[in-house]
């Protein structure tokens, strides 16, 4: 029988029946940077931690379970594993990119991948049709669903079908679902990017970033780029990442039990103009959530009347913090205008919906009453200063 998620959060199963550790439990840090050598041509496996190092090496090995790949890699951020799968493209290639992504990825495909000669569209996945896209140099389709932070959801068996028509990679940043609720390889996606950072570290802690594929060809590329460009994560972060993973399940059933609850208390609000979380049922990719999600996650955006609103929130809350990031146990509240998509070009932010009035919420797992008692608090108080 395979394991359900829960399980292979705390348990992998290839590692079982070797007893090398003494019996811990929790997997050893090797805090080393070399290994020595018995002999000439006698290797214990592992040479050079940019190469290898067994506790990265078991990170990866946990992080291709939850997602059924065939290889993972770990690395040091979010951004340095794409910007590592960035390295398999050559100048001249063409990328059919969701124009709303998170926005450190728009930053470096529009600075950096650019500047090397990598070209992208950037469409509205959900709306148009990618078909109408492809040239004879596209090699690649990008998207993350929902996407950050206007939680559009696109289909993603449908994209792994014109992508497999078409001989293209499918590329999914699966960071906001986490392998927990949604597993894209399952539905024809070639590699899977993780920003680490979010739910798999869990505690807003630590920084990493993951790369998954279930192809032998591309995961034998990302092993040359990696230990080449050596920006893989380090014992003590991948550590600090095993450790996060053995909650995953229950973090990610209570939050997002929280997001339920905050989303609806958003939705009775005056000030609230709109609240866009995929787990109501009013939102246009809900049914295509259930297809192929297992849950919506605690991830949501709502709108406010006025830029004074939104920015009087974030001066008056104290237990939810006013942060960049998300997916860890605590909740934070984020202004995508001046953070996370600061440098998204104004016109492409505005096309997508992010105004002035934008607000994104990274439900945690506090008492949800004690969410709501303090954004009840927020709200009110806003109410009588501005006389709304
Ligand atoms: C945070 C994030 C990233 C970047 O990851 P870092 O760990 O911050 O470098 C990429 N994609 C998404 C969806 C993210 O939320």
Redesign the pocket.
């Given at each position: 029988m395979e394991r359900k998620i829960e399980t292979k959060c705390l348990h992998l199963e290839e590692d079982e029946g070797r007893n090398n550790h003494y019996g811990a439990i929790s997997y050893p840090i090797y805090q080393t940077a070399t290994y020595a050598h018995s002999g000439v041509g006698r290797s214990t496996g592992y040479d050079y931690s940019r190469l290898q190092n067994p506790t990265k090496e078991h990170l990866e090995k946990v992080i291709a379970s939850l997602e059924n790949g065939i290889s993972a890699f770990a690395f040091s951020?979010?951004?340095?594993a794409?910007s590592l799968l960035m390295e398999i493209f050559k100048p001249d290639d063409h990328i059919i990119a969701d124009s709303d992504l998170?926005g450190?990825?728009i930053r470096l495909f529009r600075n950096v991948s650019a500047k090397n000669g990598i070209k992208f569209s950037n469409i509205d996945c959900c709306k148009e049709n990618v078909e109408d896209f492809i040239t004879s140099d596209t090699k690649a389709i990008y998207i993350?669903t929902p996407t950050?932070p206007m939680m559009n959801v696109t289909d993603i068996a449908v994209v792994a079908e014109t992508a497999k028509k078409h001989g293209l990679l499918l590329i999914v940043?699966n960071?906001?679902m986490s392998p927990y609720f949604q597993n894209p390889l399952n539905l024809g996606a070639d590699i899977v990017?993780h920003?680490?950072?979010?739910y798999l570290g869990g505690h807003n802690d630590t920084?990493?970033?993951f790369l998954v594929t279930n192809r032998a060809d591309i995961a034998e590329k990302f092993a040359f780029l990696i230990k080449t460009t050596g920006a893989g994560l380090a014992p003590f972060d991948s550590w600090l990442i095993l450790r996060g993973i053995k909650t995953l399940g229950i973090r990610m059933e209570k939050s997002q039990e929280n997001a339920i609850k905050v989303a609806y208390w958003l939705k009775k609000q005056k000030a609230v103009t709109k609240v866009i979380y995929p787990g109501l049922p009013e939102h246009m990719g809900y049914e295509i959530m259930k297809k192929q999600a297992r849950g919506f996650g605690a991830m949501l955006t709502f709108q406010l009347e006025s830029k004074a609103f939104a920015l009087s929130i974030l001066e008056k809350v104290r237990m939810i913090k006013f942060a960049e990031?998300?997916g860890g146990v605590e909740t934070l509240i984020t202004y995508p205008t001046t953070q996370t998509h600061a440098d998204v070009p104004q016109e492409i932010r505005e096309k997508n919906g992010i105004t002035e009035s934008t607000l994104r919420l990274s439900v945690g797992i506090e008492n949800a009453e004690d969410l709501i008692y303090e954004l009840d608090k927020v709200f009110r108080e806003t109410e009588r200063e501005l006389n709304v």
């Open positions: 951020s979010g951004m340095a794409i998170y450190g990825s993350e950050n940043d960071t906001f990017v920003s680490g950072t979010k920084l990493a970033g990031s998300l």
